[in-house]
């Protein structure tokens, strides 16, 4: 069957044409505006040579352009790369070359690495600045058809860093993400037209692009737009835009119900939902209060479009759960032989389901192992209690997930053990009040060497995207090792006080 994500542009469209699709502050960009300006991107597109099935780096923020540019790529026939802003040119580079992209859509703030990125990758640079975007859209007809394209089709390729190697690209294909924006607006955001998201979660990420852009633009709601999330932005908008569903991690909660001029604003929520992390039970009742609206914990990944579990409105909620599978899902819990765990033991969640990926792009060793078994190894240990709830033991062993953002210390050791200083180094989470868990590292010198904490910090913070530098640095004269040589990050500890001059 055809299949094309951007048909729910074309088809809200033609509903609703004059309702406002995108609002960021005092810019919006009705339905047939985002329908038209998406229509002419994929002639400029093809112009460029685009060619069905060809891959397009997607580098932009919570922008207007941003959807007009997915949409646009979708409705061309291409298969959409979202990337993040943060990433420095080296990043971007392996980004467009394991992808094969030869164009890249930059936002022009971020120019100066996405033009080299993309010169060391030999792709083409459309820097995206508004004015001159428009006016470059402008000189362009709008593609009359969307293309034709299979509902087993690749539509996205979403980067997920491996606790190993370099990162993998999950192909999800137009069936994968139209039908979990469709199930996850249905049964979980209970969202319809009139309704208004705010989207503050990175629309690069799967969790914004599923559940804020596709959700919202699927049923014609209006998806209003905060780049750079601040709990006082955030509550002007709420107030402001008459939001009714707001999606985030957890810290992000935490800020708004602790933010000093909250009860100032008059807010209309009525459904909220969490994922990322696990949500503090306490900042989960108190923001329910102090809003007045549900808020949902949820749980998915990159290779699962992402909604996998969730709690669901108006149906009992237990303390510390992800909730039940998503519809058409399912989820189990198996042990090391890929055997069923008994109900209440713990062991590794496996899904399969409408919402799992095609595959890992061009790696089919690593997609065979993920998916042993026709079921999607997750790597994340939970059990599940008699009424099929699920719970959340432990993340995958190295993870830290600082602000809602994942962060593999194998990427960040990488650029360290590069340092001509460094000897050896290990990357852990540092618990934060603020972030839940920072980055720290673990250094340990050449003999006679000198560093400061704020000298490796910099060294790393100019190689690979900010949230992912350590801000907390130490110095060991050596790492904990097992019989094998193996580091052994369990019996590393931080410095209690203070930790390292780098905390910023």
Not at 81 to 88: E, F
Not at 453 to 460: I, K, M
Request: hydrophobic content about 40%; aromatic content about 8%.
């Amino acid at each position: 069957m055809g299949l094309n994500l951007a048909s729910i542009v074309t088809e809200s469209a033609g509903r609703e044409p004059a309702t406002v699709a995108v609002r960021l502050g005092g810019l919006e960009l009705t339905y047939g505006e985002l329908d038209e300006r998406s229509a002419r991107l994929a002639t400029l597109l093809r112009e460029r040579g685009l060619e069905q099935a060809d891959r397009v780096g997607v580098m932009l923020p919570n922008v207007l352009e941003f959807p007009v540019s997915y949409y646009g790529v979708l409705r061309a026939g291409g298969v959409v790369v979202p990337m993040n802003v943060l990433l420095k040119r080296r990043e971007i580079a392996f980004y467009l070359e394991d992808s094969g992209a030869e164009l890249l859509l930059a936002w022009h703030g971020f120019g100066e690495e996405a033009r080299a990125g993309a010169e060391e990758a030999g792709a083409e640079l459309i820097e995206v600045e508004p004015e001159s975007f428009a006016e470059l859209l402008g000189e362009r007809e709008p593609s009359a058809e969307v293309a034709e394209t299979a509902e087993s089709d690749t539509a996205v390729i979403l980067y997920t860093s491996g606790t190993t190697g370099k990162p993998k690209g999950a192909e999800l294909t137009h069936f994968n993400l139209h039908r979990n924006a469709e199930i996850a607006s249905e049964t979980t955001c209970e969202i319809e037209a009139g309704d208004v998201v705010l989207g503050s979660l990175p629309l690069f990420h799967s969790f914004g692009q599923t559940v804020s852009m596709n959700a919202s633009i699927r049923v014609g709601a209006t998806l209003t737009l905060l780049p750079k999330f601040d709990p006082g932005e955030a509550l002007e908008i709420m107030q402001r835009d008459g939001v009714t569903h707001f999606y985030g991690v957890p810290t992000m909660y935490g800020a708004l119900l602790h933010h000093p001029g909250r009860e100032d604003y008059e807010t209309s929520l009525r459904i909220c939902i969490t994922g990322g992390a696990s949500m503090p039970v306490e900042v989960l009742r108190g923001f329910e209060e102090a809003f007045e609206c549900e808020l949902l914990e949820g749980y998915g990944l990159s290779e699962t479009s992402p909604v996998a579990s969730t709690n669901h409105p108006g149906r009992p909620r237990k303390p510390g759960s992800i909730g039940t599978p998503l519809r058409e899902v399912e989820m189990k819990v198996f042990d090391e032989d890929d055997n069923e765990v008994p109900q209440g033991e713990v062991g590794e969640i496996v899904i399969r389901g409408h919402n799992v990926m095609k595959g890992y792009w061009e790696k089919p060793e690593a997609t065979a192992e993920a998916m042993r078994g026709g079921w999607f190894h997750t790597g994340d240990m939970a059990r599940v209690d008699e009424e099929g709830y699920f719970f959340i033991v432990d993340r995958k062993k190295d993870l830290i997930i600082r602000g809602g953002y994942n962060v593999y210390p194998r990427e960040v050791e990488e650029v360290l053990y590069e340092h001509p200083k460094i000897r050896e180094a290990a990357v852990l989470g540092v618990p934060h009040d603020q972030w839940g868990e920072e980055i720290g590292a673990a250094v340990v010198l050449h003999e006679g060497e000198e560093l400061a904490p704020e000298e490796v910090s910099e060294y790393v913070k100019e190689r690979i995207a900010a949230y992912k530098y350590p801000r907390v640095v130490w110095f060991m004269e050596d790492l904990p090792k097992g019989p094998t040589g193996k580091i052994l990050k369990r019996e590393i500890e931080a410095p209690a006080a203070g930790r390292s001059g780098v905390d910023h």
